[in-house]
């Protein structure tokens, strides 16, 4: 698992991810979405957000193409670590979602920090070659 991923998973898992919700209760700012401008819950900050989902998608398309019908199960793993997905290897299965979660999460503050785009390819690239780095199982 990366290890930057498991900090923010325990985020998720904990529900202390910093929504534009409660960010905006510290400083004035708008408490939606900052792509979308939508309400923004948990599930919203990690894959129901349209900017966001896509990234999701192709990830799994491209790791568990025969589960992506299942994307729900995937997302009960994501949000409460149930329901692991059974075709996909759970040391698999956390690694692959511990690298998406942490370029989720980085490339959104990097946007919101520096002004880089929140660029769905990129992110998808990014989360391939980190991937990579890791051993098959
Ligand atoms: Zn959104």
Excluded at 50 to 62: A, D, F, Q, S, Y
Aim: net charge positive; proline share 9%.
């Amino acid at each position: 698992m990366l290890p930057n991923g498991r900090t923010t998973w325990y985020k998720v898992l904990s529900n202390t991810i910093p929504s534009q919700h409660i960010l905006a209760k510290m400083h004035p700012q708008a408490p939606t979405c900052t792509y979308c401008h939508q309400h923004e819950d948990l599930a919203h900050f990690v894959y129901q957000c349209p900017i966001k989902l896509p990234i999701l998608e192709t990830v799994l398309v491209m790791y568990a193409p025969l589960d992506f019908l299942t994307q729900i199960r995937y997302l009960d793993f994501l949000l409460y670590l149930r329901h692991p997905p059974s075709r996909l290897p759970l040391k698999r299965a956390l690694t692959l979602f511990s690298v998406t979660l942490h370029h989720i999460w980085s490339h959104h503050w990097q946007c919101k920090i520096h002004g880089v785009p929140f660029q769905g390819h990129r992110i998808v690239r990014a989360i391939v070659n980190q991937v990579r780095s890791f051993p098959l199982d």
